[in-house]
């Protein structure tokens, strides 16, 4: 399989590439860490790109036209941004917003315009648990991958029928990785957040389309944020935002 990760120089992208290159296929990488691209194993095909910037994806794309089309493309890329709302600045959050959603949209219609998805291939778009169980504390995170869900489900029919591509829209939990550390509260326990390379193989075994929550634990969560909205709500209060500094 010729895979394609948006992202994948760390965290779930990084956990796609690794399992990728075990099972024999072959995996390319786009992201705009330099150091993290260089960090990857020789057999993977880099380049930088910025997928809030049409001219970079643009730019990343020709280079690796000669590698398409992909049967696989995973975009994976995301950032947030954390703090009580009204003290989160601005420009962090339209940040999260072009990288998270308006990327995840230019990524996806630059890819199919130039037919570098393959018939019959999947499109992978990264949501988040945070539909179900909200994310207070990282509120343009939560509306970003609101947002990929919305415009997966649009798209799914259209690419579908017209380009036999498949639309998966993966919404994990917390993933024990970088970005994580990044931005969890302070005291979080990674030794409760599931496994880039357990999300990585759900999402490489999958092949129905739609939305799905990779694993048992998010599930569970997910279930029990649709039976009991409010009661939910008010854990995740207490376990993320009330732990701010």
Known sequence: MNMLIIGGASGLGRGLVDLALLRGHEACVLDHDQAGLMALPAAVATTVCDISDPGSIDEALDTVSERSPFDLVAITAGISAVGRFEEIDPAAMYRVTAI??????????????????????????????????????????????????????????????????????????????????????????????????????????????????????????????????????????????????
């Not at 018939?119 to 992978?124: C, K, S």
Request: glycine share 8%; aromatic share 4%.
């Open 100 to 245: 998270n959603l308006t990327g995840t949209m230019m990524m996806t219609h630059a890819l199919v315009k130039r037919g570098q998805l393959a018939r019959g291939g999947r499109l992978v778009l990264t949501a988040s648990l945070s539909h179900f169980v909200s994310y207070p504390g990282a509120s343009a995170y939560a509306a970003t991958k609101d947002g990929v869900i919305a415009f997966g489900r649009s798209i799914r029919r259209e690419l579908r029928r017209n380009h036999d591509v498949t639309v998966q829209i993966v919404a994990p939990g917390p993933m024990d990785t970088p970005h994580a550390a990044r931005y969890a509260p302070p005291g979080s326990r990674a030794d409760r957040r599931a496994k880039p390379e357990t999300v990585a193989a759900a999402i490489l075994s999958r092949r129905r389309g739609g939305l799905f929550v990779p694993d048992l634990a998010s599930r569970s969560a997910a279930i029990a944020g649709c039976l009991m909205p409010a009661l939910v709500g008010r854990i995740m209060r207490k376990a993320i935002y009330m732990r701010l500094p």
